[in-house]
């Protein structure tokens, strides 16, 4: 009997060193979970604090791009506008024989100018890294619009190349001496004002007028109505984000 109870004894002892073995065994175990999810957590900080220093440094740039695109639309309104206004001056005089005196530049009939759009070179590579969908759609859509921008004064330029330029050729409308005799270029006047008030009656020449004005128009309607208006939208989109970082 007595060795019966020192068996019981033993299995009870023995059974507690168990129970205390399995808790420690337990609290080990847990303390290892919970410092793996520690540590995950902290490198899940890790990447997203990396993820929002990069999307920073993405959205510094292209808002960057985005103001010297604003600042390329301003002039570019701004010698569309002087070349509009000489072709205004040129159906008045020419068209509804006017008095009024040629008071624009007449070299600018044959003048052009090539849409400067500084973030298309890196709005098209980056578009698909952000991580706001808003402005990521944003930004397509203002790539979109530069792209037809582009077309449109393509078409612009390709009249005054193609047709204005040789046209004032076949008229002999071209002042030889001043490209040869004059030292400073930019005060050559390759054509006169009163070749070009002469050039301006005839009907041909108001025909070509018609069709490079027309192009001109819509050059200036897209910048200032498209172009500028969602160039604005989207900064004030990008900047708001920054203020989230």
Do not use: C
Not at 198 to 205: G, L, N, R, Y
Request: proline share 2%; aromatic share 8%.
């Amino acid at each position: 009997m007595i060795k019966f109870f020192r068996h019981i004894r033993k299995s009870l002892i023995s059974e507690d060193k168990m129970g205390k073995y399995f808790k420690y065994a337990i609290g080990e175990i847990l303390l290892v979970v919970i410092g793996i999810l520690i540590a995950l957590q902290i490198n899940n900080w890790n990447e997203n604090r990396k993820s929002r220093l990069t999307e920073v440094t993405k959205l510094n740039k292209l808002l960057e791009d985005l103001k010297l695109d604003s600042i390329a639309f301003d002039s570019n309104l701004r010698v569309l506008s002087e070349i509009n206004n000489l072709h205004q001056q040129l159906y008045n005089i020419g068209y509804k024989n006017t008095n009024e005196p040629l008071t624009e530049d007449p070299n600018n009939i044959r003048r052009y100018i090539t849409l400067e759009a500084p973030s298309l070179k890196t709005s098209s590579l980056l578009v698909s890294q952000l991580n706001n969908e808003t402005i990521r759609k944003e930004l397509m859509d203002y790539n979109e619009d530069l792209n037809l921008g582009v077309i449109e004064m393509n078409e612009f330029v390709g009249i005054v190349k193609d047709k204005i330029r040789p046209y004032l050729g076949q008229k002999e409308a071209y002042n030889l001496s001043s490209q040869f005799e004059t030292q400073d270029l930019e005060k050559v006047n390759m054509i006169t004002k009163e070749d070009l008030i002469k050039i301006s009656k005839q009907v041909d020449f108001q025909q070509i007028l018609f069709e490079v004005n027309l192009k001109l128009k819509s050059n200036l309607y897209h910048i200032k109505n498209e172009s500028l208006r969602r160039n604005s939208r989207l900064r004030n989109l990008m900047i708001n984000e920054l203020k989230t970082y």
